[in-house]
């Protein structure tokens, strides 16, 4: 039926209902520059269409609270970006490693059945006539597939829609060079047709411009390869020094970073302003008041509390002397809020700053084409400063004294807690490569925030930046404390509908189905 469906497209523009011949329309499938802008509305629906709730799901706009369970109460509460001032289930819950399995369980339907579907519907009716829309698709795949297999480990991948092997995991080495080579053929298919418009009424990222999605695809390999470079150095390298070298290059200026923009608020606005549900980490306030950081009040809000920044420890129970769940968050509520700035209707997923990050890191393990590690440490805060409209890069980059501070909890001085680093900021020739590590890593996450999955992942592969441990840790001895959570557990929908192929993919995994079993890339090993 699919490929019925994509041969009577081939054959029909509508133009008035007037049916033109298909030898004609043979020329008009080849030669992109002859479509006209009513043309792309209106005849490519049956695949446009499909492209929105893809984009929108990476992770989910709407509702809000799908999102706060997809990401908000996992990564980025995780990666020490922000919050809950409430003890949700009076304290037993993802903050504090009691992992709440109908929560998470949103971390894998949304991806599958917003993206996955949609992407194998476009694959079918693209894959060989509209090689470009096919191209995109797998790009955005990638971008949104490699956060899913980040949290869990093996995936579905490249079984799915396979109705003979559709619930066979792939470990995640394998889902990892399945990723590159879905790259491989996207870049191909672009840069084949570069200038083509056929995507542009549909594309909410980039207006259709292929070239700035060849560049994402670059950027999102070197990423990828970055991830990798611990446990498998030699194919990080090949993969880096591919996304370094290819002609378009990788993002370099703010206006090629990967925003999805949406007519739908940010979904934080809701959490955040709304509801009341999230506010600053602990973590945050150390290092961006340590650093003096000119990028936190775009961040973050001052605290009604305290009068400047103030944030909550992660994995707060209900503490002693609160009466239930709302009495303690009246108090935590009060600490600092998002800025609007972060509220707004553009969902950042990669930044031109996170890229010079990258390059850096690719510097000093001696990639090819990365260039030199100060100049990419120093572009990728400048890139940061400029994106938020700070002032003030030329002398940050340059402190080499302020560092991360003591955390004071207002209400609870039994939460307080000491700095757990004294990097600083300014690059310093001196110094190993594994300080220089820890300054790229810990200007990348205050660069990356609000996006807490990818800053979730850098620290579990680098350890970097050092951030506070939970107050109350309820996994039963299955996470440790020190260490932080390493993964999210398979969820109960594929448990009881698939328990075949979570077993083998717990046997991929290396570990035990908990929260404390590192991922395939998570080696625990030295970063050098």
């Known amino acids: 039926m699919m490929k019925n469906i994509s041969k009577i497209l081939a054959c029909?523009?509508?133009?008035?209902?007037?049916?033109?011949?298909?030898?004609?329309?043979?020329?008009?499938?080849?030669?992109?520059?002859?479509?006209?802008?009513?043309?792309?509305?209106?005849?490519?629906?049956?695949?446009?269409?499909?492209?929105?709730?893809?984009?929108?799901?990476?992770?989910?706009?709407?509702?809000?609270?799908?999102?706060?369970?997809?990401?908000?109460?996992n990564a980025d509460v995780y990666s020490g970006y922000q919050t809950p001032p409430r003890p949700f289930v009076a304290g037993a819950n993802n903050t504090t490693y009691n992992l709440v399995s109908g929560w998470n369980g949103f971390i894998w339907s949304v991806p599958y059945s917003n993206v996955m579907n949609n992407v194998q519907t476009i694959s079918e009716l693209t894959e060989v006539e509209f090689p470009t829309l096919y191209g995109t698709a797998l790009i955005l795949k990638v971008a949104a597939m490699h956060r899913v297999t980040d949290v869990f480990g093996p995936i579905v991948y490249s079984n799915f829609g396979d109705l003979a092997n559709a619930g066979i995991y792939d470990s995640q080495q394998e889902v990892y060079n399945a990723f590159f080579a879905d790259l491989d053929t996207a870049e191909a298919n672009l840069m084949a047709n570069i200038d083509s418009p056929r995507f542009a009424a549909f594309d909410?990222?980039?207006?259709?411009?292929?070239?700035?999605?060849?560049?994402?695809?670059?950027?999102?390999?070197?990423?990828?390869?970055?991830?990798?470079?611990?446990?498998?150095?030699?194919?990080?390298?090949t993969e880096g020094e591919k996304a370094l070298s290819q002609s378009l290059g990788v993002m370099e200026a703010n206006t090629d970073s990967f925003f999805v923009n949406s007519i739908v608020d940010h979904p934080l606005q809701t959490i955040d302003n709304s509801w009341g549900d999230i506010r600053m980490n602990a973590s945050m306030e150390s290092i961006l008041v340590g650093y003096n950081d000119p990028r936190a009040?775009?961040?973050?809000?001052?605290?009604?509390?305290?009068?400047?920044?103030?944030?909550?420890?992660?994995?707060?129970?209900?503490?002693?002397?609160?009466?239930?769940?709302?009495?303690?968050?009246?108090?935590?509520?009060?600490?600092?809020?998002?800025n609007d700035n972060?509220?707004?209707?553009?969902?950042?997923?990669?930044?031109?700053?996170?890229?010079?990050?990258?390059?850096a890191e690719a510097a000093l393990r001696g990639w090819s084409g990365a260039g030199d590690a100060e100049a990419n440490y120093e572009t990728?805060?400048?890139?940061?400063?400029?994106?938020?409209?700070?002032?003030?890069?030329?002398?940050?980059?340059?402190?080499?004294?302020?560092?991360?501070?003591?955390?004071?909890?207002?209400?609870?001085?039994?939460?307080n807690i000491a700095a757990l680093s004294d990097v600083t900021i300014a690059w310093t020739d001196a110094a190993d490569n594994e300080e220089r590590l820890?300054?790229?890593?810990?200007?990348?996450?205050?660069?990356?925030?609000?996006?807490?999955?990818?800053?979730?992942?850098?620290?579990?592969?680098?350890?970097?930046?050092?951030?506070?441990?939970?107050?109350?840790?309820?996994?039963?001895?299955?996470?440790?404390?020190?260490?932080?959570?390493?993964?999210?557990p398979f969820v109960d929908s594929e448990l009881s509908t698939n328990p075949d192929g979570v077993t083998g993919a717990v046997s991929k995994l290396g570990g035990s189905d908990n929260g404390g079993t590192r991922l395939w890339w998570d080696t625990g090993a030295a970063n050098f």
């Open 12 to 73: 029909l523009v509508v133009l008035g209902l007037v049916i033109t011949s298909c030898s004609d329309l043979e020329q008009f499938n080849v030669n992109d520059r002859n479509i006209t802008q009513e043309q792309l509305e209106v005849d490519f629906q049956q695949v446009g269409s499909k492209y929105k709730p893809i984009f929108e799901s990476i992770y989910q706009y709407s509702p809000a609270w799908s999102y706060q369970l997809q990401q908000n109460l």
């Open 204 to 237: 909410l990222s980039y207006g259709g411009d292929y070239s700035q999605w060849v560049k994402l695809a670059n950027s999102l390999r070197l990423r990828l390869a970055i991830r990798i470079s611990k446990i498998d150095p030699t194919k990080a390298k």
């Open 297 to 338: 009040s775009a961040y973050f809000d001052n605290s009604v509390a305290t009068g400047g920044l103030k944030g909550v420890r992660g994995g707060l129970p209900l503490l002693a002397g609160y009466a239930d769940e709302l009495a303690q968050k009246a108090d935590y509520i009060n600490y600092s809020t998002l």
């Open 342 to 359: 972060i509220h707004t209707s553009r969902v950042q997923l990669m930044t031109a700053s996170e890229v010079a990050f990258l390059k």
């Open 380 to 415: 990728g805060i400048q890139l940061s400063f400029d994106q938020h409209g700070a002032s003030g890069a030329t002398g940050y980059v340059a402190d080499n004294t302020s560092t991360f501070i003591d955390y004071v909890d207002t209400y609870n001085p039994a939460n």
């Open 438 to 488: 820890e300054k790229i890593i810990t200007q990348k996450w205050i660069a990356m925030f609000p996006e807490g999955q990818e800053a979730w992942s850098e620290f579990r592969r680098t350890g970097y930046p050092k951030i506070f441990p939970v107050v109350s840790n309820q996994s039963g001895g299955t996470i440790d404390t020190d260490i932080q959570i390493r993964r999210i």
